[in-house]
């Protein structure tokens, strides 16, 4: 085995890994807060992505005008989702919500491929496909600048969940009866937990739809990004951090022993083997609560 | 008005534990059957096979998961991999040369034997855990389906369903699909209709509601969650097999991918959780509804004089199957079986309401 094969590998893993945390960071914003397995945050992401092509290619806008202008749109897109359909369900068996973002998921890309239509476009966003060399070790550079967005954004939660509001969605995910009876409003702390993992599903969707061009294969990020979200605990933006990472790593260097042994494609299987491994052995993931009911 | 009671009350025993508990419901049952019998005699015949018959098998097959997420309440997102077993095992019994009969029951079993895997999970963790680890082991039946050539023919491959046949007769008329179809579908529901009169169905019921509650009053809820996914996997083998010998001829993998499972959930869900009407209505408003919406576009375009794209066009149907799951769940959460429910019971004692308060 060449060490500096193997070391490519991992490094390249983790960068790709680190891009399924940005992914899973909005699943975990949302489940934090409300408890909701967001399953219709793959829409999202395919929603984010058409967003900013929409405004950049077809109205014309620079990048770096038409990515915060879709943030904010997707910021209203994600509270209206909550105000509209999340609310009414509040409390009702886990299934139908389930059901329901299952049901947006399919809607939102229904409706953003009747929109836009199914070709692949690429989302050009000017960095270079020129592989970087570190040594003899070469990286690709839009998985590191998507690794710099993701740790960004990680950072960034870490200081926002110090601040006043970010103290308030924590009280939520703790306990949504007493922090209603100390007078914060549960309701708009979920919209806000939904509104902001839109914006970060608009990361999300630049980064990956400039990686594999932005069309429906936006959405099948959903089983990875569940899967890093268990792994990390599904309530722990950490733990979707390290997760993403310990995945990356995982699928990367195990579909290199594996693929020669099955015939190619044993990166999802990888990947199916994390999930159902993580919830037999250690349902709570790394760094999540112990609350989950065991049988 | 149509049913002329003043509520539902027995006497005894014996008239509580009736399949229909008020001869209306009875009469109506008996009349949809006499008009599925008919059906091959009055529905043109590119209604009957496109249209009916999907929808008889997909109902029974619902009916299938109904069991086990409706009345034993277990997630179950890897449904349609259940299914492509039971297609798989049942086409290939055929082509060794096991009589049709016998190869449907195989892949009923065989089936019965997958799903009974999905069943340790459940045994483990519930509700959303469940549900992933499901949906988990749907891609791994996926993945082993592509990639063994010995089973599928490889990934983009399909494998051609033999004539059926049963009971000696080869059945190539569409009425002979139909009946085919149609009698499968009536064998499943006179069992889920029985089910919740047997000591079986009132334990997943017990299990569903709270399982050591249920492991209290004696009943084994490990026992009764496999013998659960093992029976509603049978149903699935044998709708599976049933669907690619009747309906698509043809077996790959792509039909029984994920997406079929979050149908065939969808269906269920929207139907109603627990409901047995509620299954056909569901499987009906998600299997037909996009088409008719679909059609109804093309033409309104097309006597408007408005082009549309023809990629928007074929896009539109899933955009309507997905706000179809969220509206019915908003409006009711219990889905169609419950808002029929709810008008039946105000039908029931319509002139006479007052004397029920």
């Given amino acids: 085995m060449d ?77 209206g989702i909550e105000r509209v359909a999340l609310r009414r369900l509040a409390g009702r068996p886990v299934i139908m919500i389930l059901m329901l973002t299952l ?82 409003s549960v309701e708009r702390g979920v919209g806000l937990s939904w509104a902001l993992a839109s914006v970060v599903a608009v990361a999300a969707g630049v980064i990956w739809g400039e990686i594999q061009g932005v069309d429906q294969a936006l959405s099948l990020l959903l089983l990875k990004g569940l899967t890093v979200a268990v792994l990390g605990g ?41 999930l159902i491994l993580t919830v037999m052995i250690r349902p709570h993931g790394l760094f999540g609560r112990h609350e989950i009911e065991r049988v | 008005m149509f049913f002329r ?15 229909f508990k008020i001869p209306a419901d009875r009469n109506l049952a008996m009349f949809v059957f006499l008009f599925g019998l008919a059906a091959p005699f009055i529905v043109p015949s590119l209604y009957l096979n496109s249209y009916m018959l999907p929808w008889l098998i997909w109902t029974a097959a619902a009916l299938g998961l109904n069991l086990v997420t409706g009345w034993a309440g277990q997630l179950h997102l890897g449904y349609a991999a259940v ?13 060794f040369g096991i009589p049709w009969e016998f190869a449907l029951i195989i892949g009923g079993l065989s089936s019965s034997v997958i799903g009974s895997l999905f069943a340790f999970a459940a045994l483990r963790v519930k509700g959303l855990y469940l549900a992933l680890t499901t949906l988990a082991m749907q891609f791994v039946m996926d993945w082993v389906l592509t990639h063994s050539p010995a089973i599928t023919g490889g990934s983009h491959a399909s494998l051609q369903s033999p004539t059926l046949a049963l009971l000696g007769q080869e059945i190539t008329s569409d009425a002979g699909y139909y009946y085919v179809a149609f009698g499968w579908c009536v064998l499943v529901t006179i069992f889920m209709l029985n089910l919740k009169r047997t000591g079986l169905g009132r334990a997943l019921v017990a299990v569903r509601e709270k399982d050591f509650a249920a492991a209290i009053l004696g009943v084994n809820s490990f026992y009764y969650k496999i013998l659960a996914f093992a029976t509603s996997s049978f149903i699935a083998g044998v709708s599976g097999a049933l669907l690619v010998a009747t309906f698509f001829f043809l077996a790959a993998p792509e039909q029984f991918s994920v997406t079929v ?10 139907g109603g959780l627990g409901s047995i009407i509620g299954s056909y209505f569901g499987v009906a408003l998600i299997l037909l509804v996009p088409g008719v919406v679909n059609g ?3 033409t309104a375009s097309q006597s408007l004089g408005m082009q549309i794209n023809v990629e928007t066009l074929a896009h539109i149907p899933n955009a309507v199957y997905g706000a179809l799951i969220v509206v019915i769940l908003l409006i009711e959460p219990l889905g169609l079986g419950k808002l029929y429910g709810n008008i039946r019971d105000y039908l029931m004692v319509w002139p006479f309401d007052q004397l029920r308060k």
């Fill in chain 1, 3 to 79: 060490w500096v094969f193997l070391a490519e590998l991992a490094i390249n893993g983790a960068l790709t890994g680190l891009l399924y945390s940005l992914f899973a960071i909005g699943l975990v914003l949302i489940y934090k807060a409300s408890s909701v397995p967001n399953l219709a945050q793959g829409g999202l992401t395919m929603v984010g992505a058409y967003v900013v092509l929409a405004l950049s290619h077809d109205a014309g806008l620079p990048l770096w005008l038409a990515i915060p202008l879709a943030a904010v749109i997707m910021f209203g897109l994600g509270f």
């Fill in chain 1, 234 to 274: 599904l309530d722990s933006i950490l733990g979707a951090v390290i997760a993403g990472i310990i995945l990356g790593i995982l699928e990367n260097v195990g579909a290199d022993f594996l693929d020669p042994l099955v015939g190619g494609g044993s990166r999802e299987l990888i990947v199916a083997a994390v």
């Fill in chain 2, 261 to 270: 499972s979050i149908q065939v959930l969808a269906m269920v869900i929207v």
């Fill in chain 2, 296 to 298: 109804l576009f093309s």
């Fill in chain 2, 5 to 19: 009671l003043s509520g539902v009350h027995h006497a005894n025993y014996v008239s509580d534990s009736r399949v």
């Fill in chain 2, 83 to 95: 299914m492509a077993v039971g297609a798989y095992s049942a086409i290939h019994a055929v082509r």
């Fill in chain 1, 103 to 184: 049901g947006l998921d399919i809607f939102l890309r229904g409706t953003t491929l009747a929109i836009w239509g199914g070709t692949s476009r690429s989302m050009e966003l000017g960095v270079s496909y020129e592989p970087l060399f570190l040594g003899d070790l070469f990286i690709s550079r839009i998985h590191l600048v998507g690794a710099g967005v993701a740790i960004a954004l990680f950072v960034g939660f870490m200081v926002f969940f110090r601040s006043r509001t970010g103290i308030k969605l924590r009280a939520i995910a703790d306990d949504y009866m007493a922090s209603w009876s100390v007078g914060i």
